[in-house]
């Protein structure tokens, strides 16, 4: 984990132009008698990047340096935007130079043309224009430092709160799918079963026997009680014990078709079938 307070007693030159105070965290440009305040964790990054010249800095290596507490809970829109602020802090004193390098898919580095220099505090604290700018911008800087530093932990706290609160509601709307998946699945089980189980004579209904010698299921749109003890009392053979029994009569067929089975019509299960076909006779009126 990476000290949180950048170092008191050196100075970073770029490019013999602009000079960056850690511990004041400032940028001063000595052409244009500019500065301006860096964050604290604009300055712990440009401190990583400049001590790692000549490397490229991965993205996870700068969020540990950056927000050493807090980085795994920083987003990825939250560094490119401390970023952002570093670049704008550089024109804004008119360096312009593109110098902080994006590689993409690897992370940041100093463009390799560019010169830095690090030297001791005491060798600017001699000369006067760089000394006063110095030192105005380290007083200013000493009382923002800890707002700064808290304001970073709000934000990461409030940040947390809302994560915390996105996976309840995640974790409710989860529950909430899950439940209905599994009332679609079971119906759609149900459905299936019911097509499955479902056949040609589903529709039958069972006629009862005296005797219940075996179980005769008819259409009761074609068929009438004397219809059915006619065609039983002439063709007795057919109701053997425990068969079941199909009765047909197309329409416009003199014939009655009666399908003996030995179980149930079902698709879950094989039933042996004998077919036989009987001739419907008219009846003479007496």
């Known amino acids: 984990m990476s000290d949180l307070n950048p170092p008191k007693d050196k100075i970073f030159t770029i490019d013999n132009i602009v000079i960056f105070d850690p511990h004041a965290r400032s940028l001063f440009n000595q052409q244009t008698n500019t500065s301006n305040t860096l964050h604290a964790t604009c300055t712990r990054c440009l401190v990583h990047l400049l001590e790692q010249r000549g ?34 802090a550089f024109v804004h004193i008119g360096y312009s130079n593109k110098f902080i390098i994006t590689v993409p898919k690897k992370g940041l580095c100093i463009a390799s043309e560019t010169d830095v220099q690090k030297t001791e505090r005491s060798l600017y604290d001699s ?8 030192h105005d911008e380290e007083q200013s800087n000493e009382s923002d430092e800890e707002h700064d530093d808290e304001l970073c932990e709000i934000l990461v706290e409030g940040k947390n709160k809302k994560t915390i609160a996105a996976v309840h509601n995640t974790d409710k709307k989860n529950k909430i799918i899950c439940a ?42 074609t068929f009438d009680k004397d219809r059915i003890d ?35 019509f079902s698709y879950f299960s094989e039933a042996s079938c004998v077919s036989y076909y009987y001739p419907i006779y008219p009846q003479v009126r007496k």
Do not use: G, M
Request: neutral net charge; charged residues 20%.
């Open 55 to 88: 490397n490229i800095v991965s993205y996870d290596d700068l969020l540990s340096v950056i927000w050493p507490e807090n980085h795994k809970n920083i987003s990825y829109n939250t560094f490119y935007q401390c970023i952002l602020n570093l670049r704008k």
């Open 180 to 221: 209905v998946l599994a009332i679609f699945f079971v119906s759609s089980l149900a459905y299936l079963y019911s097509l499955l189980n479902d056949d040609y004579f589903s529709d039958y209904t069972e006629y009862t026997l005296i005797d219940n010698k075996c179980s005769i299921y008819i259409d009761p749109d």
């Open 230 to 264: 006619s065609i039983l009392k002439s063709e007795n053979a057919i109701c053997k014990s425990k068969s079941i029994i199909y009765l047909t009569a197309p329409t416009n067929i003199s014939r009655v078709s009666a399908l003996v089975c030995n179980k149930k």
């Open 127 to 134: 000369t006067p224009v760089v000394a006063t700018a110095l």
